[in-house]
């Protein structure tokens, strides 16, 4: 049942938004009583969070395999395209994780370790790479937020139609370019 609700929340979410997603439209969606999804959440924060916390499992899971035992710099690249075709491909998902009426991850500590452990996906392979010598030393959580923002940045653009809007091209060809031009930045260079 708790899966089923989930399901419901996301294709509802897809259709009308996170704004608009109520328990009984889900109840509704699922073919149970209304106050049924309340056995499995105590409101809609809560079935937002579970929503949300699905979605970091499979973004984490999507990041590690694209990670694969890549060099950093590669690492780098592969896990930023990887997260953009997570978003498009995951729209629903994406904007329940970091779009507005989200759940507060500091209010569900499940949704805020796995967000955590995302996120530390690409601190680690920074670490990596500054460890290799291949990138710069610099503070690994503050690249890992300018990192992050590039990527979440073109992600939205792409799943709110804006790159097809002024005539860009697909967002994996911008991913792909984007991350190699933030990899080549942060490349280590001779003396520095």
Sequence with gaps: MRRALIQAALQ???ERGVEALTLREVAQQVGVSRMAPYRHFADKAALLAAVAEEGFRALKAQLLQAAGH???VERLQAIGVAYVDYAVTHAAHYRVMFGTGRADPQ?????????????????????AGQQSGTLRATEPKQ???IAWSLVHGLSMLAIDGHLTAVGCGSAAELAVEATRSLAE???????T
């Design 12 to 14: 509802l979410i897809a």
């Design 107 to 127: 209010s569900f500590p499940a949704l805020f370790q796995v967000a955590a452990e995302t996120f530390d996906v690409l601190v680690q392979t920074l670490v």
């Design 70 to 72: 890549l060099e950093p």
């Design 143 to 145: 690249q890992a937020q």
């Design 185 to 191: 930045g942060l490349r280590r260079q001779d003396g």
